[in-house]
């Protein structure tokens, strides 16, 4: 893969170096199992606390407040179906969004199978979430707010300190899923104010298999993983270590260097958006033009599809991604795009560049080189077009 | 790389892309919501399909299956062509992914509607020449 | 950690260096996320089917059988709440045993909160499943019957194949907890009946974070954790691509050496238990004779605490567990001696020491020469003995 | 290590430990289940504490805050040793982990127990001696 140009940070990240590096001992050399009593045990033990301080560092959160995961999915999980049925006998409503990550929507579907009542709040054009629609839907049955901090598709940043303010007036348990804002944009509990929130160390420069969720104190939640005595009673499964140290050295890395790497991928983004809807006609770029984050541009390419896109991107080394139906394993296209009014067809000309680390202005100039003459080579073989509009 | 190296060929270099101008038969399948559609002309002279141009919007297989369709058919007789089914364009392109075999169905249909499209017309020409006539 | 003599196998074990080597490609060069449709996630895709097969095949399974879970214990309580919720309408009683890990007696326990009945089968003096009281219980209610394949602290071996055909003539799922034995003794699913089975990846030099859920085809369960298309929509959660590689040549491995490792294990048990019940009075062997896993010695000495021999053992760089309330969270010793008929005080003095691929009779003799005057020592300071016997 | 120094050094050189044949007050306190078990053994000579020693079967904890209190104890006079605490103890070992404080407690217990029963013992001299007065 030498010369990969990546531009797909929002689904993973490579681990980087120096989080490999520190998880490397706790293979086969500090392997002991943390709830052991012996030294080697206490050596890993150790390593655990310092890495969910880290975290905790990270987040302004305190660390008894931290609890490890296996992914951002399990957060989700954990978060909506713990809290729900935790104070099920308080109520059975729960309001999330049309735009949250499958991790919270298909958790909440599956609440309603178990005789839960959701409410999935709209969006405008650019993502946002309708706040009088939010306050509209809230009962004194609803239980739970889970609303997503930043979208994974389009980038577009949510109102959580607005929406926290409204759950806390109404006396109910707020989640966000942070998945794609930890790392990249400040994360600050207490500035948030929310009771619960999720991460995932793919996302940024951690490794993968292995996430977090907040937990703020005094929060009424049912374990999802029952078992041994781990993580303060609250996950159960012996502890994933050299992920637990990893999750912990990103979360340094990301103290040490969001601040910079977030200015950075805003210039890539904006060269980028500059030069792709300079050199091709009829693009739509999807999101919010400011409450977005800096490291994600999202189009829509009208008369071809996605997929198409992405491999001929992918034969000249660029890998990016798409919300077409094509690129995942439903049938429907990007039901984050279908909620911003975007029709079907021009959904499934989405493109999405998610920009990283290791990006430079030079990896997007190529793409806004070998771009243009992919979407012309489409075009071609294309029943749309201008004169056919059907999008 | 999910699709086999056939599929990326055919997906590079599609064989028969765009239109006929006066095609005998013409056939638009597939659903804007599932995200492919395909257009497929074909130019019949006795009874033998002797051009085949394909306009395709969809993924990489949507494309590979269109031109390998049309590869197919081409020269074949009306008869012949009828009796290519999506199973045959798939395995002429080395296997599909299973989430992909969709698009297999969509060439099949393709070809399908605009053999169907042609056969009205034809109908049509005799009806209108016996009125003619 | 120089010299340790690593004697807790059963806890976790090293991460074998050879799994370690296969894993790091896949943190920051092919670190792709295999859902997405690029080269580089095609290459970490395949990298994850190769290891579903190799986990197929170590236990005679078909790669679409195998889920990967983020550990052992995911892979329970996906297994048990999973069939337990798919399969409500049809009843809502779970059978399982007093000696299960608590990954599965806990998952029990809270299904019993859902309004789920459990019955929890006894077990005799060596553990072994009592067939007659599990043949009791079943009623038409029945969905699943989830009972371990070797126990974790004493290591009897329980009758699967005949709880399976228990369980197929009354038309209930089987699960089998197998997080002890695969790797370690031939495991094969189609030979036990099973329609679910569990294991982890660090309980046999495979990597922390990393387990599967065998799931028979046709079998009715319920996702644990929802979200995106991942795991045949069976686990939901980006891939732990380089933790599931490990568990495949974990897996290889495993296929390559057990069975003499077994041998090796069972020689090095053997003299360890000889060696001890010769050089100190009043030991009790605990476990079936027999049907006992090849590498778990579990004792009680009477008069003495377990913690206090493993902080001793530990001085001496010697690593152990025990069965003492006062080595894990709980306020209650071991739940699996008491349910073999053992006093709370006995079960407070006991020892667990798991034997694993880097031991040598060297260990073993150094365990035997340390120990007695541990014993002696600890005795010295007990209220109790032989004259004024309490235990 | 989850203990601190202080407390392993007292576990692996416990002070005071055995029996007292004719102490003037025993005191046994713990729970089987819970697996700590303590018996302190206490000579008192014009209400000073001249000799104490302990039997414990218990964890690293226990041993050590056994060791802790006896050390902390020997010399002083009832009054005194009745104010010291089960935090006192702990602190004196440099902390104990939050799952073994009652441990700590255990020993405060354990040398309350021998007090009360020296107090006992003493009652039942005196009025032992006022019936033979
Ligand atoms: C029998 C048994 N089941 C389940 C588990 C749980 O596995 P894990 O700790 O990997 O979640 C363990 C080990 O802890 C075990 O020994
Ligand atoms: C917003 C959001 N939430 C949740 C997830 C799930 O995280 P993971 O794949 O680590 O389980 C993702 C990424 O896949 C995400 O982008």
Known sequence: ?391 | MMYSEKVMEHFMNPRNVGEIEDADGVGQVGNPVCGDIMTIYIKVKDDVITDIKFKTFGCGAAIATSSMVTELVKGKTIEEALTITNRDVAEELEGLPPLKMHCSLLAEEGLKAAIEDYKKKQERKIRDSRIQG
Chains 1, 3 share one sequence.
């Open chain 1, 1 to 391: 893969m030498g010369n990969l140009i990546y531009l797909d940070h929002n689904a993973t990240t490579p681990t980087d170096p120096r989080v490999v590096d520190a998880m490397l001992p706790y293979f086969n050399i500090l392997y002991g199992n943390p709830s052991s009593i012996y030294s080697l045990a206490g050596e890993a033990a150790k390593a655990k606390e310092a890495a969910r301080e880290s975290v905790a560092k990270l987040l302004n959160a305190k660390p008894q407040e931290i609890v490890f995961t296996g992914c951002g999915t399990e957060a989700d999980n954990f978060a909506v179906k713990g809290v729900a049925f935790a104070n099920r006998a308080k109520g059975n409503h729960v309001i999330t969004s049309k735009i949250e990550h499958h991790a919270v929507l298909n958790a909440c579907k599956w609440l309603e199978k178990q005789g839960f009542d959701v409410s999935y709040i709209s969006v405008d054009k650019y993502g946002g979430l309708d706040l009088d629609e939010l306050k509209g839907s809230i009962t004194d049955k609803t239980v739970l707010i889970t609303i997503m901090h930043a979208n994974n598709e389009v980038g577009t940043i949510e109102p959580i300190k607005e929406i926290t303010g409204i759950a806390k007036d109404n006396g109910i348990y707020m989640h966000t899923d942070a998945v794609q804002t930890v790392g990249k944009i400040p994360v600050d509990v207490n500035e948030l104010g929310v009771d619960l929130l999720s991460l995932s160390g793919h996302k940024f420069y951690g490794p993968k298999g292995v996430g977090a969720l907040f937990i703020r104190k005094g929060t009424k939640i049912d374990s999802l993983l029952h078992g041994g005595h781990h993580e303060g009673l609250r996950r159960a499964g012996t502890e994933n270590v050299p992920g637990i140290v990893g999750l912990g050295v990103a979360c340094e890395l990301a103290m040490e260097e969001r601040e910079e790497e977030e200015k950075k991928l805003e210039a890539l983004r904006d060269r980028l958006e500059e030069g792709i809807t300079r050199s091709i006609d009829d693009v739509i770029v999807n999101g919010h033009p400011k409450m977005r984050l800096s490291g994600t541009l999202n189009i829509c390419i009208k008369y071809v599809e996605g997929e198409s896109m992405l491999l001929q991107l992918d034969h000249e080394g660029i890998a990016a991604s798409s919300g077409s139906a094509c690129t995942s394993g439903s049938l429907e296209p990007s039901h984050v795009l279908r909620a911003m009014g975007i029709s079907p067809i021009l959904a499934h000309g989405s493109l999405r560049f998610s920009m990283g680390r290791g990006n430079t202005a030079r990896d997007i100039d190529k793409v806004i080189e070998v771009l243009p003459p992919i979407v012309s080579r489409l075009r071609e073989m294309s029943p749309f077009g201008k004169d056919k509009e059907k999008n």
